[in-house]
C-alpha cells in the first residue's frame, strides 16, 4: 500500500500543501497567504510515551504535531510515497494548476474549507478527512490554525483511472458507508469477521484509502499478514494490539495512529473489535 515514508520538507507559493523532499516531518508556516520552506531538525526522539492524535511507527516512534522524530527509511527506493503531520497557520491558497499528486488529509485539529473547481464548497473539521487526487483544482481556505495527517502517492510518478472528484472520509459519516455483510478473514489462521470499503485507490492499487471493521479476534504472526506491503492504520473505535515476534508489543486507540512496515512479523489484535481508516 504505501512504499515508502519521508518528511514534507518544502512547499511553493503555488501549492498549498507543497512538493514533499526526503526527510519524515516537517513544519511549514503560512505567511502573507504564501507557503514558505522552513524545515526543521528534530527536536525531541522521546519514545517512551504515547501521546494523541500520533502517528506510531514500528519500532516505535511517537510524534505529536509539534514534536518530531527521525525514523530510519523502512520501504522500497522508488521515494514516491510519504506519510507524516503537517500544521499551518490560517491562510488561502488557490490551486489554479493541477495538483501534482494523490494526498489524503485527515484533519487533527484546526480548520479547512475546500472549494472545487465547479464551485462546491467542503468544511473539514477535526475527525474529518478527504483525498484530493491528482489533476484536482481549486483553492484551500484554513480558517483556523490546523494540524493534519498526510500521506502521499506520486512523489515522482501515479496514475488515477480517469478524472477522480475530492473524496471525503468523514468520522461521522462511517455509519453511512455500506460496508458490507461480515465475512470470516483469514479463516486458516483466525476467527476474526470482517468487512470494509476501498474509498479510493489509484491505478495500479499501490495507493488505497478505505474503512475497515472487524470483530474481536487477532490473526497470529505465521499468517504473515503484513508480507508484501506497508500499512497505516487510524482506529475510529476499538484498539489494535500489535506484538512483535522478538516481544515489542504496542497498542493503539483512538486519535492514534500506526505505521507498520511491510514484512512486520508478530499477531494483529483487535481485543474488542475496531473500526479504522487504513492506507
Sequence with gaps: ????????????????LGM???????????????ILSNPENPISKETSAFCKDSLKFLPI?????????EVPRIAGEDENFSIGIWEAKRGEE???????????????????????SDGQTIIFNPGQGFVTPKDWMGSFTITEDLAIIYAIDGLKQTK????????????????????????????EYSNL???????????????????WESTSGSIPASAEYFHGYHEFMYPLSGSIRLSHINGQVSVTNPGEGVLIPSNWDGEFAVPEGVVKIWI
Design 20 to 34: 514533499f523532499s526526503l526527510s519524515f516531518f516537517s513544519i511549514c508556516f503560512l505567511l502573507s497567504g504564501k
Design 94 to 116: 488557490v490551486m489554479d494548476t493541477p495538483y501534482p499528486y494523490n494526498e489524503f488529509m485527515y484533519v487533527l485539529f484546526g480548520q479547512m474549507v475546500v472549494k472545487n
Design 160 to 187: 488515477n483511472d480517469g478524472p477522480i472528484d475530492l473524496v471525503e472520509i468523514n468520522d461521522a459519516r462511517v455509519s453511512a458507508y455500506d460496508l458490507g455483510d461480515f465475512e470470516p478473514y483469514y479463516p
Design 193 to 211: 469477521l470482517a468487512r470494509g470499503i476501498t474509498l479510493f485507490s489509484n491505478q495500479d492499487e499501490s495507493f488505497q484509502v478505505g474503512i
Design 1 to 16: 500500500l504505501i512504499l515508502i515514508f519521508f518528511l514534507k520538507a518544502s512547499a511553493t507559493s503555488k501549492i498549498l
Design 61 to 69: 516512534a511517537i510524534a505529536s504535531p509539534t514534536d518530531f522524530i
